[in-house]
Structure formats: structure tokens, C-alpha cells
């Protein structure tokens, strides 16, 4: 198994905080990327990272920002949490862009209340 | 934009047929599509890419098909078994940047013994 880990794996929080997921890679992989998963709209695609400090947006960025200092760790910030950001949040990975093939981390259970 | 489709919500079929699921997408051909498999509470796992010079691709009970004509994706499991039962996702590379990896929403596959 790719080493990908999600931290925290569930989070409870009030509407307005800030709240940081972090991602971390064993496998030196180039690209990292955030997707949330909700019913009815399978994954979608928040941010994803081509290298350190270099991100760009995705499919449903507005609310999420993102940082990544070092090859291992892409980290996904919402600054003020709201009702519609409960989500389950999955981080991935992929060595290169010639076949894209990602490995997923056990996801991260957000809820806002 | 470029759209990825998973028509069907959910399909049921008995055990021993074969499951056929499809995908399909709007505007440029992707340079190829990929498939996974998510089982309740994981994240999704890799199972087959096919590329778009490629007709078909095959991997033990697994066949997927690249139409750029119908601009569509099929995926066979033949003799399909109760284990085989979980979502699958298909997946292409945004026409803008080939990083950004998209998701269809799904299809929800149950093999009744």
C-alpha cells in the first residue's frame, strides 16, 4: 500500500472556525491533490499540488486554501468552516502525469456544525 | 468544461453475469481514462487505465473499453462474484492540465448470490 496518511481521520467543529487536514506521503511523489466526496456527486477535486509550493485550483476551490513547504506533507486549510464544507475529504497521490494513477488515503470525516 | 458521466447510480445484476458499467465524456478525447474501485469507508483504488489509442484492455476478469467515436468508456467484470460489489469510478486528466485528474460520480455495483 502506498504510504499515504490522513490526519485527523474525523473532526467535529462549529461553523466559523478554522480547521487544517493534513496529508503526508512516504513515497516521494510528485503530485498531492484534495478531493471531497459527497453523496451524489462522487469526488471533485479541490486543489492539488505539481510540487513544493507550487498548487493550483481545482473543480471547487472557493472556501479552501492550500500549502505544501515540503515534498511529503500537502496541507488543506478552511479558514472559516461552514455547514456545506461537511464533507469526507480524500487526499491523493500520483508519481507522475503519464498515467496519473493515484493512491488514495483513508479519507478524513469532516463535519460542521 | 470537460464532463465525466457514470450514468447509472447503482446496478444489480446475479452473480455469474457479467456487470457492464459506463462512462462517458464531453468535448476533447482524453488521453486516457482510468477506473477504480471504492469499497465502503476506503478511498478509492486503482484498477485499469486504457489510453486512447487503445481499443480494449484487459486484466483477469476486468475489460475496459475506449470508444472516441461514442466518446465513451465500458467496464466488464465477467463472472461476477458477491466480493465484486462496491462503487466504481471512472477518471480522466482535465483537457486544461493533464494533473488535474477528474471523477465521474460513480456507480454503485451489487452482485446478489
Known amino acids: 500500500d502506498a504510504g499515504i496518511t490522513q490526519s485527523p481521520r474525523h473532526k467535529v467543529t462549529e461553523t466559523g472556525t478554522p480547521v487544517t487536514l493534513r496529508c503526508h506521503q512516504t513515497e516521494n511523489h510528485r503530485y498531492m491533490y484534495w478531493y471531497r466526496q459527497d453523496p451524489g456527486h462522487g469526488l471533485r477535486l479541490i486543489h492539488y499540488s505539481y510540487g513544493v509550493k507550487d498548487t493550483d485550483k481545482g473543480e471547487v476551490s472557493d472556501g479552501y486554501s492550500v500549502s505544501r513547504s515540503k515534498t511529503e506533507d500537502f496541507l488543506l486549510t478552511l479558514e472559516s468552516a461552514t455547514s456545506s464544507q461537511t464533507s469526507v475529504y480524500f487526499c491523493?497521490?500520483?508519481?507522475?502525469?503519464?498515467?496519473?494513477?493515484?493512491?488514495f488515503g483513508e479519507g478524513s470525516r469532516l463535519t460542521v456544525l | 468544461s470537460q464532463k465525466i458521466e457514470q450514468n447509472s447510480e447503482a446496478l444489480n445484476i446475479q452473480e455469474g453475469k457479467t456487470a457492464t458499467l459506463t462512462c462517458n465524456y464531453t468535448n476533447y478525447s482524453p488521453a486516457y481514462l482510468q477506473w477504480y474501485r471504492q469499497d465502503p469507508g476506503r478511498g478509492p483504488v486503482f484498477l485499469l487505465l486504457i489510453r486512447e489509442n487503445e481499443k480494449e484492455k484487459r486484466k483477469e476478469r476486468l475489460k475496459v473499453t475506449f470508444d472516441t467515436t461514442l466518446k465513451q468508456s465500458l467496464f466488464h467484470i465477467t463472472a461476477s462474484q458477491p466480493a465484486d460489489s462496491a462503487t466504481y469510478l471512472c477518471a480522466r486528466p482535465s483537457y486544461s492540465s493533464a494533473s488535474k485528474i477528474i471523477f465521474g460520480s460513480g456507480t454503485r455495483l451489487s452482485i446478489r448470490p
Open positions: 491523493a497521490i500520483s508519481r507522475d502525469r503519464d498515467t496519473g494513477e493515484l493512491f
